[in-house]
Protein backbone atom coordinates (compact mmCIF):
# COMPACT_ATOMS: atom_id res chain seq x y z
CA UNK A 1 0.00 0.00 0.00
CA UNK A 2 1.32 3.21 -1.14
CA UNK A 3 -0.23 6.11 1.34
CA UNK A 4 -1.01 9.36 -0.76
CA UNK A 5 -0.17 12.64 1.55
CA UNK A 6 -1.15 16.47 0.99
CA UNK A 7 2.31 17.91 0.93
CA UNK A 8 2.31 21.47 3.42
CA UNK A 9 3.77 24.44 1.97
CA UNK A 10 6.75 23.93 3.28
CA UNK A 11 7.57 20.22 1.52
CA UNK A 12 6.48 21.86 -2.09
CA UNK A 13 8.77 24.60 -1.37
CA UNK A 14 11.58 22.53 -0.63
CA UNK A 15 10.42 20.68 -4.19
CA UNK A 16 10.38 24.05 -6.00
CA UNK A 17 13.79 25.18 -4.76
CA UNK A 18 15.34 21.52 -5.30
CA UNK A 19 13.68 22.28 -8.82
CA UNK A 20 15.42 25.64 -9.83
CA UNK A 21 18.51 24.34 -7.96
CA UNK A 22 18.45 21.60 -10.27
CA UNK A 23 17.16 23.85 -13.58
CA UNK A 24 20.40 26.21 -12.99
CA UNK A 25 22.91 23.11 -12.82
CA UNK A 26 21.30 22.14 -15.48
CA UNK A 27 21.49 25.29 -17.62
CA UNK A 28 25.29 25.29 -16.05
CA UNK A 29 26.61 22.22 -17.38
CA UNK A 30 24.97 22.46 -20.75
CA UNK A 31 25.98 25.80 -21.96
CA UNK A 32 28.58 26.01 -20.02
CA UNK A 33 30.60 22.94 -19.98
CA UNK A 34 33.53 24.17 -21.89
CA UNK A 35 33.76 26.57 -19.14
CA UNK A 36 33.16 24.13 -16.39
CA UNK A 37 35.36 22.06 -17.98
CA UNK A 38 38.39 24.23 -17.70
CA UNK A 39 37.94 25.13 -14.20
CA UNK A 40 36.65 21.69 -12.77
CA UNK A 41 38.69 19.00 -14.81
CA UNK A 42 35.87 17.08 -15.38
CA UNK A 43 35.36 16.21 -19.15
CA UNK A 44 32.75 18.07 -21.12
CA UNK A 45 30.47 15.19 -22.35
CA UNK A 46 29.92 14.17 -19.34
CA UNK A 47 28.77 17.43 -17.76
CA UNK A 48 26.46 18.28 -20.84
CA UNK A 49 25.22 14.21 -20.52
CA UNK A 50 24.63 14.64 -16.66
CA UNK A 51 23.28 18.32 -17.76
CA UNK A 52 20.79 16.94 -20.35
CA UNK A 53 20.14 14.34 -17.98
CA UNK A 54 18.67 16.80 -14.89
CA UNK A 55 15.63 17.47 -17.44
CA UNK A 56 13.15 14.26 -16.46
CA UNK A 57 14.30 15.14 -12.71
CA UNK A 58 13.32 18.79 -12.67
CA UNK A 59 10.21 17.80 -14.72
CA UNK A 60 9.55 15.19 -11.59
CA UNK A 61 10.60 17.66 -9.00
CA UNK A 62 7.89 20.10 -10.40
CA UNK A 63 5.18 17.18 -10.66
CA UNK A 64 5.45 16.27 -7.22
CA UNK A 65 5.72 19.89 -5.93
CA UNK A 66 2.24 20.95 -7.77
CA UNK A 67 0.03 18.01 -6.84
CA UNK A 68 -2.62 18.42 -4.85
CA UNK A 69 -1.77 14.74 -3.15
CA UNK A 70 1.43 12.54 -3.93
CA UNK A 71 2.28 9.02 -2.91
CA UNK A 72 4.18 9.61 0.13
CA UNK A 73 6.87 7.14 -2.08
CA UNK A 74 7.28 9.96 -4.82
CA UNK A 75 9.20 12.27 -2.12
CA UNK A 76 11.01 9.60 -0.71
CA UNK A 77 12.34 8.84 -4.34
CA UNK A 78 13.42 12.01 -4.54
CA UNK A 79 15.18 12.21 -1.01
CA UNK A 80 16.61 8.87 -1.96
CA UNK A 81 17.95 10.22 -5.01
CA UNK A 82 19.16 13.35 -3.29
CA UNK A 83 21.26 11.51 -0.94
CA UNK A 84 22.69 9.26 -4.37
CA UNK A 85 23.11 12.67 -6.23
CA UNK A 86 25.42 13.79 -2.92
CA UNK A 87 27.45 10.58 -2.36
CA UNK A 88 28.51 10.72 -6.20
CA UNK A 89 29.31 14.69 -5.66
CA UNK A 90 31.47 13.64 -2.09
CA UNK A 91 33.01 10.71 -3.83
CA UNK A 92 34.11 13.49 -7.03
CA UNK A 93 35.09 15.45 -4.42
CA UNK A 94 37.35 12.92 -2.86
CA UNK A 95 39.22 11.84 -6.11
CA UNK A 96 37.30 9.10 -6.91
CA UNK A 97 36.98 8.72 -10.83
CA UNK A 98 38.65 12.20 -11.58
CA UNK A 99 41.68 14.50 -10.78
CA UNK A 100 39.19 17.62 -9.87
CA UNK A 101 41.08 20.77 -9.89
CA UNK A 102 40.37 22.85 -6.60
CA UNK A 103 37.72 24.48 -8.02
CA UNK A 104 36.34 20.84 -9.15
CA UNK A 105 36.94 19.65 -5.41
CA UNK A 106 34.89 22.94 -3.74
CA UNK A 107 31.89 22.77 -6.28
CA UNK A 108 31.70 18.86 -5.75
CA UNK A 109 31.88 19.33 -2.10
CA UNK A 110 29.35 22.57 -1.48
CA UNK A 111 26.97 20.47 -4.23
CA UNK A 112 27.48 17.13 -1.36
CA UNK A 113 26.14 19.26 1.37
CA UNK A 114 23.45 21.55 -0.40
CA UNK A 115 21.87 18.46 -1.55
CA UNK A 116 21.85 16.43 1.62
CA UNK A 117 20.51 19.81 3.26
CA UNK A 118 17.73 19.44 0.48
CA UNK A 119 17.00 15.93 1.25
CA UNK A 120 17.35 16.59 4.86
CA UNK A 121 14.58 19.14 4.49
CA UNK A 122 12.23 16.98 2.26
CA UNK A 123 12.16 14.42 4.98
CA UNK A 124 11.56 17.12 7.30
CA UNK A 125 8.74 18.36 4.91
CA UNK A 126 7.13 15.03 4.66
CA UNK A 127 7.04 14.67 8.53
CA UNK A 128 4.64 17.39 8.72
CA UNK A 129 2.53 16.55 5.45
CA UNK A 130 -0.87 15.10 6.39
CA UNK A 131 -1.99 11.66 4.89
CA UNK A 132 -4.65 11.44 2.80
CA UNK A 133 -7.87 9.47 4.20
CA UNK A 134 -8.79 6.36 2.60
Not at 93 to 101: I, K
Request: charged share 5%; glycine share 12%; with cysteine.
Amino acid sequence: MNPMIHPGVFLRNVLKIDALLSTATLVGMTLGAGTLAAATGLPQGLLVAVGIGLIPWVAFLLWVATRPAIPRAAVWAVIVLNGVWALDCAALAFGVGFELTAVGVGIAGFNALGTLLLADLQYVGLRRSQCVAA
